[in-house]
């Protein structure tokens, strides 16, 4: 939980979880690391139609995303840990999506904005790819054509709090190897 600072209005982060006395305080490497991760998210977004224009408005002054240290956004994969992917995806460009993201260095996730992204939305046609996860493992699905800012901001939380909690382990285990086996991914 972030607790607001009234005098000097700005958000301060709660320590992560740990044991704490006068003069120390001891915690695990996992958490310190996490909490850094999550309130450093350097976005990368792959925005193709309509569902841009309302990522748009949520970088903007009135939502901010600075707000959850998410401003920095990255259109270099190498220099990005979350890839955002908003609108329509079509099939010709989903291979192009696969490839930014295993360009994307460990950790990485993914955040699918709205209908298209996630399942095709309206576009049950030929040419349009019915879902993201057809290509690559999606961490956080955001609904709405368009989904609204906030719904937007509720993502990102939902994605800290997946950061937060990520063991250090994860991106070595045969779990996540397996999963990414199944992407065709190595
Ligand atoms: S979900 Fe709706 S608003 Fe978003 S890209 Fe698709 S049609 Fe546009």
């Given at each position: 939980?972030?607790?607001?600072?009234?005098?000097?209005?700005?958000?301060?982060?709660?320590a992560p979880?740990?044991?704490?006395?006068?003069?120390?305080?001891?915690?695990?490497?996992?958490?310190?690391?996490?909490?850094?991760?999550?309130n450093?998210?350097?976005p990368?977004?792959?925005?193709?139609s309509?569902?841009g224009?309302?990522f748009?408005?949520t970088?903007a002054?009135?939502?901010?995303?600075?707000?959850f240290?998410?401003?920095?956004?990255s259109?270099?994969?190498?220099?990005?840990?979350l890839?955002?992917v908003?609108?329509?995806?079509a099939k010709k460009?989903a291979?192009?999506?696969?490839?930014?993201?295993?360009?994307m260095?460990?950790?990485?996730?993914?955040?699918?904005?709205?209908?298209?992204?996630?399942?095709?939305?309206?576009?049950?046609?030929?040419?349009?790819?019915?879902g993201?996860?057809?290509?690559?493992?999606?961490?956080?699905?955001?609904?709405g054509?368009?989904?609204?800012?906030?719904?937007?901001?509720?993502?990102?939380?939902?994605?800290?709090e997946?950061?937060?909690?990520?063991?250090?382990?994860?991106?070595?285990s045969?779990?996540?190897?397996?999963?990414?086996?199944?992407?065709?991914?190595?």
């Amino acid at each position: 939980m972030e607790t607001l600072d009234k005098e000097r209005k700005i958000n301060v982060t709660d320590a992560p979880p740990g044991i704490e006395g006068p003069g120390f305080f001891a915690t695990k490497l996992d958490h310190i690391i996490g909490m850094a991760r999550k309130n450093s998210i350097w976005p990368l977004p792959f925005a193709t139609s309509c569902c841009g224009i309302e990522f748009m408005a949520t970088m903007a002054a009135h939502y901010d995303m600075g707000r959850f240290g998410a401003e920095r956004l990255s259109f270099s994969p190498r220099q990005a840990d979350l890839l955002m992917v908003m609108g329509t995806i079509a099939k010709k460009m989903a291979p192009i999506l696969r490839q930014v993201y295993t360009q994307m260095a460990e950790p990485r996730w993914v955040l699918s904005m709205g209908a298209c992204a996630s399942s095709g939305g309206i576009f049950d046609t030929y040419s349009v790819l019915q879902g993201i996860d057809r290509m690559i493992p999606v961490d956080v699905y955001v609904p709405g054509c368009p989904p609204r800012p906030e719904q937007v901001l509720d993502g990102i939380l939902k994605i800290q709090e997946l950061i937060q909690n990520e063991s250090l382990r994860r991106r070595s285990s045969p779990e996540y190897k397996a999963l990414l086996a199944g992407y065709g991914i190595e």
